[in-house]
């Protein structure tokens, strides 16, 4: 069973991403603030949930909330100052873009760049522990999940409405016979090291 506070204060907000291993799309990550002795039958880990359950609890974490926030870096931006970074800036824009300012943050993993002068822990598999830290785990890939479902209208090659930009075979497949876009992570390894050396050697031919 999942619990509902870590600090005891009660603007304690569960922070928690969605994204980091894929190879195209932003990496999302949400705040949220639940009532105290919040409980819900269902919220778990994201993970741990299907597609139904998840849009289900998101719309009853929406309405049942304090205060939500979702925050958002870019491909450039993590190709820019790299992924753990960049999850960090999406993490601190969630946060900072909460209706009322958090007391305490918990933060599912074993890293994080404090987040101002507001006191933090990280939880290993938090989403798994504290029901803060799965809202927002499931609030990040619900969101994240509708951006790369509008990406892929654009780019109907990728298969991102069913891979999300994770790299999957048919991802990489596409990604071979197709190239990289701008929604791509171009500073990861977007294809197998031999597929690039092959390539290669066809384009020298």
Known sequence: ??????????????????????????????????????????LNDSKQLNKKQREQIREDVLKDAIAWAIGEATPAEIDK???????????????????????YLIVDGNRFKPYSTVPHSCIVKGDGKYLSIAAASVLAKTHRDDVMQ????????????????????????????????????????LLPKQLLVFEDADQVV
């Open 1 to 42: 069973m999942l619990l509902s506070s870590f600090s005891g204060n009660v603007l304690e907000a569960g922070v928690d991403e969605a994204g980091r291993g894929c190879l195209a799309g932003p990496v999302v990550a949400a705040a949220v603030i639940l009532p105290p002795d919040y409980k819900h039958s269902l």
């Open 150 to 189: 509008k990406l892929a209208a654009e780019f109907t090659m990728y298969g991102w409405e069913r891979n999300a930009g994770y790299p999957t075979v048919e991802h990489r497949d596409a990604l071979a016979l197709h190239g990289a876009t701008h929604y791509h992570r171009h500073s990861f390894t």
């Open 81 to 103: 100052i790299n992924i753990l970074q960049a999850t960090f800036l999406a993490m601190h824009r969630a946060v900072g873009a909460l209706a009322h300012q958090a007391e």
